[in-house]
């Protein structure tokens, strides 16, 4: 079975400060898919980033980075520099390969980023 | 392409009347999910199709809910006798199929939100 963990339900920072959003996942798989998702206050889901597991190398575009490493199992999301178009719930979620599930994506509970002025 | 769309966005029914939700996929896309969000947690796995086939459903999905995409293009989703715990947000997503680039890449739409009275 997979299981996504985002341990910090809620964050609140100022505008400027950096944050990390933590993701911790299980699974069986040897090959999968890692994924961050924002949802804004209007609902729909944004993708923002898939990572193979065969791929640790850490991704930066622009303000947000992500740092994967499987030996902890883990896929934490970092934005410098918050703006406050930044509040949202942010999703980390976990997929088998095509022919393992159907792509299904697991999410976890989601962390609720306040970003005030 | 404007992206999934569903429709309605907002219904309210009362205990035990019928409801039907409708989502329209990006044309290019065979996949097509159905996910299910309450409030304060992350989205649920509720079934998905290749094409007009429905390939997976989930323990969540009960007797009552059906999904169909008889054509292979919108899909819809209907719970009967509805019950005040299916109150949530219903996600529809769709991607890519096999063999594509990005294939496990799901674009969702802003959900149907479904309060029962």
């Known amino acids: 079975a997979q299981k996504v963990t985002q341990a910090q339900t809620e964050i609140s920072v100022v505008e400027k400060e950096d944050v990390t959003l933590d993701c911790v996942y299980e699974t069986r798989d040897t090959t999968y898919y890692l994924f961050w998702y924002k949802q804004p206050p209007s609902g729909e889901l944004v993708f923002l980033i898939r990572r193979n597991s065969f791929d640790e190398q850490n991704e930066i575009s622009g303000r947000y980075s992500w740092n994967f490493q499987k030996s902890t199992s883990s896929f934490n999301f970092t934005i410098t520099a918050s703006q406050v178009v930044d509040s949202a719930v942010y999703f980390c979620?976990?997929?088998?390969?095509?022919?393992?599930?159907?792509?299904?994506?697991?999410f976890g509970g989601g962390t609720r980023l306040m970003v005030k002025p | 392409d404007t992206g999934v769309s569903q429709d309605p966005r907002h219904k309210i029914t009362k205990r035990g009347q019928n409801v039907t939700f409708r989502c329209d996929p990006i044309?290019?896309?065979?996949?097509l999910y159905w996910y299910r969000q309450t409030l304060g947690q992350g989205p649920e796995f509720l079934t998905y199709?290749?094409?007009?086939?429905?390939?997976?459903k989930s323990r969540l999905l009960s007797d009552r809910f059906s999904a169909e995409r008889p054509k292979g293009s919108f899909s819809t989703l209907e719970i009967q006798r509805t019950e005040q715990g299916d109150s949530a947000m219903y996600l529809c997503?769709?991607?890519?199929?096999?063999?594509?680039?990005?294939?496990?890449?799901?674009?969702f739409g802003a959900g149907s939100r479904l309060t029962v009275l």
């Open positions: 979620a976990l997929s088998g390969t095509y022919y393992n599930a159907g792509n299904m994506l697991t």
């Open positions: 044309s290019e896309h065979n996949r």
């Open positions: 199709f290749q094409n007009e086939a429905q390939l997976e």
């Open positions: 997503a769709s991607s890519l199929g096999q063999g594509a680039r990005g294939a496990n890449v799901l674009t």
